[in-house]
C-alpha cells in the first residue's frame, strides 16, 4: 500500500494539470501577427473557433472553408488562427511569411494570432485552457495535429473540439451558429 501512494504522489507531483488563475478565457492574453494584444473580450457575444494553423500542411486548404465560414457567419462567430510549429515542422515561417501566405494564397481577412506552441512545456495559456477541463469546465483533449477546431459559445464556455479532418463548414460547426 506504501508503495502505491508513494506512485500516485510521484505521478501527482509531475501532473502539469493544474488551475489557471483567471476567471474566463477572455482574461487570456495573446497577441496579434503583429505583436499587438488581441483583447479577446471584444469577442463576447460571438462564438470563436480557434484553429491551430500551419502553411505547410495537407490541411492548409482548410483556410479557404475558413475564411469562407468567417465571411458567411461574420455577425455570429470569430475565427482565430493560431500558427504553431509542433506537427512536422509545417509552420517554418516568421509573422511576415504567415501573413503574407495567408493573404496572397486565401484572402484570409480573419484574426491570426502570434505563433505559439499549443502543447507540451512551453503551451500557451490559451491552450492550456482549451485543452484541460479543470479550466474550460467541459473536457481534456489533446492537440493531435494542425487545423484542430476548438468552438466557444458566446459567453465564452467550451462546446467543443473538432479534429483536423473536420471541414471548417461542418455542420457540426455550423449547426451551433443558429442557435
Known amino acids: 500500500?506504501?508503495?502505491?501512494?508513494?506512485?500516485?504522489?510521484t505521478f501527482s507531483s509531475k501532473s502539469t494539470v493544474k488551475k489557471m488563475d483567471i476567471d474566463s478565457i477572455y482574461d487570456i492574453k495573446i497577441n496579434a501577427l503583429n505583436d499587438k494584444p488581441i483583447d479577446l473580450a471584444n469577442f463576447k457575444g460571438k462564438h470563436v473557433l480557434f484553429v491551430n494553423v500551419a502553411s505547410k500542411c495537407g490541411f492548409t486548404p482548410q483556410y479557404e472553408g475558413l475564411q469562407k465560414l468567417h465571411d458567411t457567419h461574420k455577425d455570429k462567430i470569430?475565427?482565430?488562427?493560431?500558427?504553431?510549429?509542433q506537427f512536422g515542422g509545417q509552420e517554418p515561417g516568421n509573422a511576415e511569411a504567415?501573413?503574407?501566405?495567408?493573404?496572397?494564397?486565401?484572402?484570409?481577412?480573419?484574426?491570426i494570432t502570434e505563433k505559439?506552441?499549443?502543447?507540451?512545456?512551453?503551451?500557451?495559456?490559451?491552450?492550456?485552457?482549451?485543452t484541460q477541463k479543470i479550466n474550460n469546465g467541459v473536457k481534456d483533449s489533446s492537440v493531435k495535429w494542425n487545423f484542430q477546431k476548438y468552438l466557444i459559445d458566446p459567453d465564452g464556455n467550451l462546446i467543443d473540439y473538432f479534429f483536423s479532418s473536420t471541414n471548417p463548414l461542418s455542420s457540426k460547426i455550423t449547426t451551433h451558429l443558429k442557435k
Open 98 to 111: 504567415i501573413e503574407s501566405f495567408c493573404q496572397v494564397n486565401y484572402g484570409v481577412t480573419f484574426q
Open 1 to 9: 500500500m506504501n508503495t502505491l501512494k508513494a506512485f500516485v504522489a
Open 116 to 130: 505559439i506552441d499549443v502543447k507540451g512545456k512551453h503551451q500557451h495559456p490559451l491552450y492550456t485552457w482549451l
Open 78 to 85: 470569430q475565427i482565430i488562427g493560431v500558427p504553431c510549429n
